[in-house]
């Protein structure tokens, strides 16, 4: 199956700061998804991009089906943006796998 | 729409005992899944269903592990004996078709002592 990779693993943010969270995926796939996992535990679903660019307020994503990454960009953080965001990527009817996740801390 | 439903949230259960979880997925979706998420392992798939039939339980970890969906409604996750290294968080998820989103609940935190 298809194997997913994360980075940077870690993130420690300034309020205000922006950054990039990567995702590489080793065989082409047919979905791509970028969830947070809050301090809840909750899998919160922010895009689901199998390719080109989506943004949603502060939050954006672009994948390169082509060449096999997908990016989640964060401008202007914010504390509650604090967590760990996972990519996952599946092929046609098969189930999400789940890379290993960046853990995002943004200190006021 | 209520999201896809999970119960118990929390359960805290002694080894050798049976557990079972359940889920409820979103109306009208088709797939099915069961993940649990360790700090060792993250988050592994353990059986996906399509049309209640099961497509893929390559992840269950031993017999102790079984899952049924007896209709497109309802799913459980059934762990019998029970041990200390499954406690973990357990999540379904649900999506309408093989290329579409896929949504998860809220989990499950099994603790076995």
């Known amino acids: 199956g298809i194997q997913v990779e994360q980075s940077p693993p870690d993130l420690i943010l300034q309020e205000g700061a922006n950054s990039t969270l990567r995702c590489n995926f080793s065989d082409s796939v047919n979905n791509l998804q970028w969830f947070h996992q809050n301090p809840w535990g909750q899998l919160i679903n922010l895009f689901y991009i199998p390719s080109g660019t989506k943004q949603n307020g502060r939050l954006s994503a672009t994948t390169v089906a082509t060449e096999r990454y997908s990016l989640l960009y964060i401008s202007s953080s914010q504390t509650t943006d604090s967590g760990v965001y996972f990519c996952?990527?599946?092929?046609?009817?098969?189930?999400?796998?789940f890379g290993k996740g960046t853990t995002l801390s943004v200190s006021s | 729409d209520a999201g896809v439903i999970q119960s118990p949230r929390h359960e805290v259960t002694e080894m050798g005992q049976e557990v079972t979880l359940r889920c409820k997925p979103i109306?009208?979706?088709?797939?099915l899944f069961w993940y649990r998420q360790t700090m060792m392992r993250g988050l592994e798939l353990l059986i996906y269903?399509?049309?209640?039939?099961?497509?893929?339980d390559s992840g269950m970890p031993e017999d102790r592990f079984s899952a049924k969906m007896p209709n497109a409604s309802f799913s459980t996750l059934k762990i019998q004996p029970s041990e200390p290294r499954d406690s973990a968080v357990y999540f379904c998820?649900?999506?309408?078709?093989?290329?579409?989103?896929?949504?998860f609940g809220p989990g499950t935190r099994l603790t076995v002592t």
């Open positions: 996952a990527a599946n092929q046609a009817g098969t189930a999400l796998i």
């Open positions: 998820a649900s999506r309408p078709g093989r290329l579409y989103e896929q949504y």
């Open positions: 109306s009208g979706h088709n797939s």
């Open positions: 269903f399509n049309n209640n039939v099961p497509i893929d």
